[in-house]
């Protein structure tokens, strides 16, 4: 069983920074895909960024430039570093599992929201 648990969210005014952490308890594969994704009431949700097994990493243009991911394998934990917020990056984040990158993410985490205020 693959549990996600994220932390770190919270309230920041806008030019502030936030750094989300997702702690993976449980069997984790030698291969994968890992991803932040967030979500606004009324809207889709929108894939973030993401970070694979090898260290390669992609972001939405939306964000480039202003937040990184990374990880820490010793610890299982996946990070997203946001600086620079803009009211417009205030949503509910998820950070989710793919296992062997089958481009389905099958673990996701309970999320954390993130209020940007101007």
């Known amino acids: 069983q693959v549990q996600l648990v994220e932390s770190g969210g919270g309230s920041v005014q806008s030019g502030g920074s936030l750094r989300l952490s997702c702690a993976i308890f449980?069997?984790?594969?030698?291969?994968?895909?890992m991803g932040w994704f967030r979500q606004v009431p009324g809207k889709e949700r929108e894939g973030v960024a993401h970070?694979?097994?090898?260290?390669?990493?992609s972001y939405a243009d939306s964000v480039k430039g202003r937040f990184t991911i990374s990880q820490d394998n010793a610890k299982n934990t996946m990070y997203l570093q946001m600086n620079s917020l803009k009211p417009e990056d205030t949503a509910m984040y998820s950070c989710?599992?793919?296992?062997?990158?089958?481009?389905?993410?099958?673990?996701w985490g309970q999320g954390t929201q993130v209020t940007v205020s101007s």
């Open positions: 989710a599992a793919d296992f062997y990158c089958s481009g389905s993410y099958a673990y």
């Open positions: 449980g069997y984790i594969y030698s291969s994968y895909c």
């Open positions: 970070i694979d097994s090898d260290d390669s990493t």
